[in-house]
């Protein structure tokens, strides 16, 4: 019991260590972060329906 409670108190101490970024920075990091996923996933759904289409037509 006495690892566990120890674990906390050394969890806590580093917790207070984090530098936490602002409202803005999260927010803007997360836009680049939702833009940089719609691009793949764009990327991704062109390159799947390339693949598809050659497939139809080397086995159709």
Same mark, same amino acid.
Request: with cysteine; aromatic share 14%.
């Given at each position: 019991?006495?690892?566990? *409670?120890?674990?906390?108190?050394? @969890?806590?101490?580093? %917790? ?15 836009? *680049?972060?939702?833009?940089?996923? @719609?691009?793949?996933? %764009? ?18």
């Amino acid at each position: 019991m006495s690892k566990m *409670v120890t674990y906390w108190q050394d @969890a806590r101490k580093e %917790l207070k260590k984090v530098h936490w970024p602002d409202k803005p920075k999260v927010v803007e990091t997360s836009i *680049v972060v939702g833009a940089c996923t @719609a691009v793949f996933a %764009l990327y991704l759904w062109g390159v799947d329906q390339i693949i598809t289409r050659l497939l139809d037509v080397l086995f159709y």
